[in-house]
């Protein structure tokens, strides 16, 4: 069974910096794009980040240059590094994985159970 876990979440100050991680655990043939999402309250889930199994990275405009994914595939995980983060940051992150559990197998998409950042000002 495929499980995405993430951990990093917490209360930071704004201007402060959190890592957020997400690893994929189970038997697996291959991981391709990994994102994180958030959802804020009343808002409805927006992307945040992906990065290609090339490593071509992709970033919503309000956290360009704030933030930075990558991914280690020896680990299967990937990472979020958030930095002069805003209270307008507060969220719950989710990451999400496209996976082939076999080769040959068409890719299904997988979330995590979600982590909250909240961002105090």
């Known amino acids: 069974q495929v499980q995405l876990v993430e951990s990093g979440g917490g209360l930071v100050q704004a201007g402060g910096s959190l890592r957020l991680s997400c690893a994929v655990s189970g038997t697996i043939f291959s991981i391709n794009y990994m994102g994180w999402y958030r959802q804020a309250p009343g808002k409805q889930r927006e992307l945040v980040a992906t990065?290609?199994?090339?490593?071509?990275?992709n970033y919503e405009d309000s956290v360009k240059g704030r933030f930075t994914i990558s991914r280690d595939d020896a680990k299967n995980t990937v990472y979020l590094q958030m930095n002069s983060l805003k209270p307008e940051d507060t969220a719950v992150y989710y990451c999400?994985?496209?996976?082939?559990?076999?080769?040959?197998?068409?890719?299904?998409?997988?979330w995590g159970q979600g982590t909250q950042v909240t961002v105090s000002s």
């Open positions: 999400k994985a496209s996976i082939e559990l076999q080769i040959l197998q068409p890719p299904a998409d997988y």
């Open positions: 990065i290609t199994k090339g490593g071509t990275t």
